[in-house]
């Protein structure tokens, strides 16, 4: 028995990706035994159908989920702020998230691709979009909570909807660019010419060029910017803390603005959180992708990352009032009806 399960796993040439098996005839299997450039089929994991379910419940979680913040800001005009149209645009980046999960699934676990190349080129473009706008997200909220806890004066005039939509769709735009020309220029259309994939597989390659200059602009670039807007954000937010509960302990009277800083100070902490949860979510994933692991390994980090686009909606419910109470009006089916929040 041993002998025979040491001969059901060889590598083939061609990569880490062409893992084959044997089967107990000795026969190699093939995603598309009928097409001569067809990809040796890989090891199926053995808890395969576990993490399908496990899967499926993490999708149809982001999705409820970021479906009701996208409803409750959408719907509630006293909602319509400038920080909560950047969250909105996180919200829809992290249900698309959601939406596509089932398909990594199966890209991760049948180790075929059983859908047309055409199809991986898209999938591998939109997957990408969704990676990069997300962190852009964050960059943009990291600057909203920048100005209105370091520069309170110049916020109302400096942040507001306009502006704030525009930089939005100015974020999107910018990132589709980037990652069209990124997909276009390693050939992922360009399916007839390439001789470095079999048929039945999809995967990311690029040269060492794109690579450098992807790592740069859609991770390291970003998160040193957010982390070094936060870093001042906090320092900010202790000063401004020590002040107001001095003023208290003093029993003198605290004004109107310091109430005002003091509310913009716990939301900047709000989404420091969300913010945090990325890092902790891309950084391990990051790292490993960049370093020789197994697969296994990578995988179950890929599946963390998914999992930080169900995460942001728990941070909202667990200090966000008005989210609570849009998610039960929601629920019980009284959104159309003439509630405060």
Aim: charged share 15%.
């Amino acid at each position: 028995m041993k002998g025979q399960r040491g001969e059901q796993n060889k590598l083939l040439t061609g990569g880490d990706s062409l893992m084959a098996y044997e089967t107990e005839d000795q026969e190699t299997q093939y995603c598309f035994p009928h097409i001569n450039s067809s990809c040796v089929k890989g090891k199926r994991y053995r808890h395969g159908y576990i993490t399908y379910v496990f899967v499926s419940l993490l999708s149809a979680w982001t999705v409820f989920l970021n479906l009701l913040v996208i409803i409750s800001i959408s719907h509630f005009k006293k909602l319509h702020t400038p920080t909560n149209m950047i969250i909105l645009s996180l919200a829809v980046n992290d249900l698309f998230v959601g939406l596509v999960m089932p398909i990594e699934a199966i890209r991760l676990i049948e180790t075929c691709w059983y859908f047309v190349d055409i199809f991986c080129a898209i999938y591998i473009l939109f997957i990408s979009f969704l990676v990069s706008a997300s962190l852009s997200n964050l960059v943009l909220l990291s600057v909203d909570r920048y100005v209105a806890v370091c520069h309170p004066l110049l916020y109302p005039q400096k942040i507001t909807i306009t502006k704030t939509l525009m930089s939005i769709c100015l974020n999107w735009a910018c990132f589709s660019a980037y990652i069209t020309a990124f997909v276009v220029n390693n050939g992922y259309f360009d399916t007839s010419h390439r001789t470095d994939v079999c048929y039945g597989k999809c995967s990311v390659m690029m040269s060492f060029t794109w690579t450098i200059i992807d790592l740069f602009v859609s991770f390291i670039f970003p998160c040193v910017l957010v982390i070094t807007l936060y870093l001042r954000i906090f320092y900010v937010v202790h000063q401004q803390v020590k002040v107001i509960n001095s003023l208290m302990k003093g029993g003198k009277c605290v004004t109107e603005g310091s109430v005002k800083r003091k509310s913009e100070s716990k939301a900047a902490l709000t989404l420091g959180i969300i913010v945090t949860a990325y890092m902790l979510c891309w950084i391990p994933y990051c790292i490993c992708s960049l370093t020789v692991i197994s697969s296994t390994t990578i995988n179950v980090l890929l599946l963390l990352v998914y999992a930080n686009s169900g995460m942001n909606p728990l941070v909202y419910a667990l200090f966000y009032p008005w989210f609570k109470k849009t998610a039960k009006l929601i629920l019980t089916l009284k959104i159309f009806t003439q509630h405060p929040l």
